[in-house]
């Protein structure tokens, strides 16, 4: 059955640097979300993706936040000088548009130190 | 307002018990809606998808009424196996983003 893929599965970093989460959609699947989970709160939605744009983003989006897909396969959230708050699971979830029901990669721990 | 509320438990029951989850949402402009189940520290994974007709998958019942703005999750003869975090969901938005309820977390006991 197909995945959706999220590397690294852990990523520790300090205060003020750039992070890079990667994550492979499943192939036949138009419309990439990223999603994050502050530990023991609810999921959040960051940001849609859908024909090489962004479709919407969330107040949690701000300016730090970027997304791109740079190779027709990898989909990626970088984050450009990262907080102490930007610690948790960052999830990515991607659907083909039928029914929108969204599949979710196993997600990054992200600890901002 | 929580523009999905769930009672967040914990129900812990014993194996075979019936259980049943409920959710409101606020949003009456909400397109779909969608259980999810989450284990500990893993990403949420997709139960069923919830519709005004009620649909059914093996042990697990999903139920949505439009009117009331409520979901429902029955879940009968429950497993040791069903033990998780269960996540009441809606989709808004042009991009169909997913709004996530907090979750109820399930204990199933031997």
């Known amino acids: 059955e197909p995945e959706v893929t999220q590397t690294p599965s852990h990523q520790v970093t300090q205060m003020g640097q750039e992070v890079i989460l990667r994550c492979v959609p499943i192939?036949?699947?138009?419309?990439f979300y990223w999603y994050r989970q502050i530990l023991g709160q609810k999921v959040e939605f960051l940001v849609s993706?859908?024909?090489?744009?962004?479709?919407?983003k969330s107040e949690i989006f701000d300016d730090q936040f970027s997304v791109e897909r740079p190779d027709g396969s990898n989909f990626t959230l970088k984050i450009r000088s990262t907080k102490l708050e930007d610690s948790a699971m960052y999830f990515c979830a991607t659907t083909s548009g039928r029914n929108y029901e969204q599949y979710f990669g196993p997600g990054t721990r992200l600890t901002v130190t | 307002r929580k523009e999905v509320e769930q009672d967040p438990g914990p129900f812990n029951v014993p194996e075979g018990a019936t259980v049943a989850f409920n959710c409101t949402y606020s949003n009456s402009a909400s397109q779909s809606f969608f259980w999810y189940r989450q284990d500990c520290r893993k990403e949420p994974k997709l139960l069923m998808s919830?519709?005004?007709s009620g649909n059914e998958d093996g042990r697990f019942t999903a139920q949505l009424n439009r009117a009331s703005q409520y979901i429902s999750l029955l879940i009968r003869d429950s497993k040791l196996s069903d033990s998780a975090t269960y996540l009441c969901v809606g989709t808004s938005g042009s991009a169909r983003q997913l709004t996530f309820g907090s979750g109820t977390q399930l204990t199933v006991l031997p």
């Open positions: 919830v519709y005004s």
């Open positions: 192939s036949n699947h138009l419309y």
């Open positions: 993706f859908y024909n090489n744009e962004i479709s919407e």
